[in-house]
């Protein structure tokens, strides 16, 4: 066991941890933000996606421990309330989700690339996306949200 | 399990000899998957990822070598800098998993796992990369044919790191492509790196074909006969034979995830393919 100090959310989070604690279960278990899915344990399917210092991660292969000093993002810190997010919004209208258990990955994802704050193809969104899987949609309507959010910004 | 976050490269070495049945960890990506399966129950963890001493890179340009941190990050060596100097490197690194894994996946972990499919050994094996090991008691530079012994074997002893790897800047063309059931996030059936050296030696190297990296001697013999250097040129029919010629180098097997054939015809077409890049007139 052992105390990490970091910033999740924005928040300043003081914890203790096992050494082995995934930081996906951290962040779902001990922090009770239960928007980050765990689907394979094995950094493929994408849905535990998280930010850890502006850079997305698979939260199933990285160590709570290894976050110690760090700053990690969940799809928590999108929605202000019931207001949604820009990205959220987008993916809403444009159909982006069906059983939405891949959606708090992709949306993290599309947050990193949003803030690089350009335009891209769909062919470069694709290969950005190409890490977050989803059984549901076949993809198209998601390239479309994000394609959508690229073009109107992240302010709300 | 207990993880043990160093703060110096010392404090890891140290900690290596002391217990020298610990696994390293780097981005994970390999490690914490095993972890995650079972596979592999480690007692004790030392991370290496975030040592500044394995982040590092310099670029010499006297000798015209580039020494790569072994906890460089495979999203880092996109970068353009890396497109310039070893744009074979810069290519591989780009088709590893998915942005997520490349955050995390470093040069060093690919070259510690080596396995036959790692993307990033195609390309040291042609620029014949030299692989850095340091233990406490000293340090020691291998090359990395003889560093990849067999299958996700290597010559790595208990108690060592590897802390970079060095190879050389070439003026010439180069580039790699692989051959896999999806555009991403695939674990490569067929790889290819091809790389012009500053003697004019045409390089080549694949993987996934062979228990270890395979260079093709006889292939990179037969293009010296056929490239036209100046004109940058070389016949269809040439680059042809040039990718018979390694597909009948390549010793790949039938496994889950391909056939051994159709990883032989794999192999000619890439060959030929890089090729006609590297020499596109004729
Ligand atoms: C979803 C997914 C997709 C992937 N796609 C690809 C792909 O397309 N191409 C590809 O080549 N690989 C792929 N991989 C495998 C993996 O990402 C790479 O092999 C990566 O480079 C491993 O680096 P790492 O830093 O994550 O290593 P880790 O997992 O941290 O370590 C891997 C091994 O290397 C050892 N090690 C690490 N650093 C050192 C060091 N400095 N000295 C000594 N030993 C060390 C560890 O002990 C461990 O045995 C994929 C993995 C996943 C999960």
């Known amino acids: 066991m052992r105390e990490i100090n970091l910033v999740i959310n924005g928040s300043d989070v003081q914890a203790t941890v096992a050494d082995r604690l995934l930081l996906s279960d951290f962040i779902r278990d001990d922090q009770r933000l239960t928007g980050t899915h765990v689907g394979c344990e094995h950094g493929y399917c994408g849905s535990c996606t998280v930010l850890l210092d502006g850079a997305s991660v698979r939260s199933c292969l990285t160590l709570a421990v290894q976050t110690d000093g760090h700053v990690i993002e969940t799809v928590e810190s999108l929605a202000v309330g019931a207001d949604l997010h820009p990205i959220q919004e987008a993916f809403r209208s444009n159909h982006g989700l069906q059983c939405g258990f891949c959606t708090p990955g992709l949306l993290m994802t599309t947050l990193e690339l949003a803030r690089e704050n350009r335009d891209c193809s769909r062919d470069e969104i694709r290969e950005r996306l190409a890490g977050n899987l989803c059984r549901c949609t076949g993809y198209h309507q998601i390239v479309d949200a994000v394609q959508a959010v690229l073009r109107t910004g992240l302010s709300r | ?282």
Not at chain 2, 87 to 110: C, E, F, K, M
Not at chain 2, 152 to 178: C, D, H
Request: aromatic fraction near 4%; include cysteine.
């Open chain 2, 1 to 282: 399990m207990s993880v043990l976050i160093p703060a110096t490269l010392a404090q890891a070495l140290s900690a290596l000899d002391d217990a020298p049945s610990s696994m390293v960890l780097a981005g994970g990506t390999d490690a914490m998957v095993e972890i995650n399966g079972g596979h592999r129950r480690p007692d004790s963890v030392i991370a290496v990822g975030r040592l500044a001493e394995l982040r590092t890179w310099t670029h010499d340009v006297i000798s015209a070598t580039l020494r790569i941190g072994a906890a460089v990050t495979y999203a880092e060596l996109e970068a353009d800098q890396f497109r310039r100097w070893v744009p074979a490197l810069s290519q591989a690194a780009r088709t590893v998993g998915s942005p997520q894994i490349r955050h995390a996946a470093t040069l060093g972990g690919n070259v510690a796992t080596c396995s036959p499919a790692g993307d990033g050994l195609p390309a040291l094996s042609a620029l014949d990369a030299i692989v850095h090991l340091v233990s406490i008691t000293g340090q020691r530079s291998v090359p990395f044919a003889e560093f990849m012994v067999g299958p996700k074997r290597t010559s790595l002893r208990p108690g060592e790191l590897i802390e970079a790897i060095t190879v050389p800047v070439f003026a010439g063309w180069q580039g790699y492509a692989k051959v896999g059931v999806r555009n991403a996030m695939v674990i490569s059936n067929a790889g290819a790196c091809l790389a012009v050296d500053d003697e004019g030696g045409v390089r080549l190297a694949l993987g996934s074909v062979g228990p270890t990296i395979i260079r093709c001697s006889q292939a990179e013999a037969f293009a010296a006969t056929v490239v036209d250097h100046g004109q940058r040129a070389v016949s269809e029919a040439d680059a042809v034979e040039f990718g018979r010629v390694a597909a009948s180098e390549a010793r790949p097997i039938d496994d889950h995830r391909s056939t051994a054939d159709y990883r032989r015809h794999a192999i000619a077409v890439l060959s030929r393919r890089l090729l006609r890049r590297a020499f596109p007139n004729g």
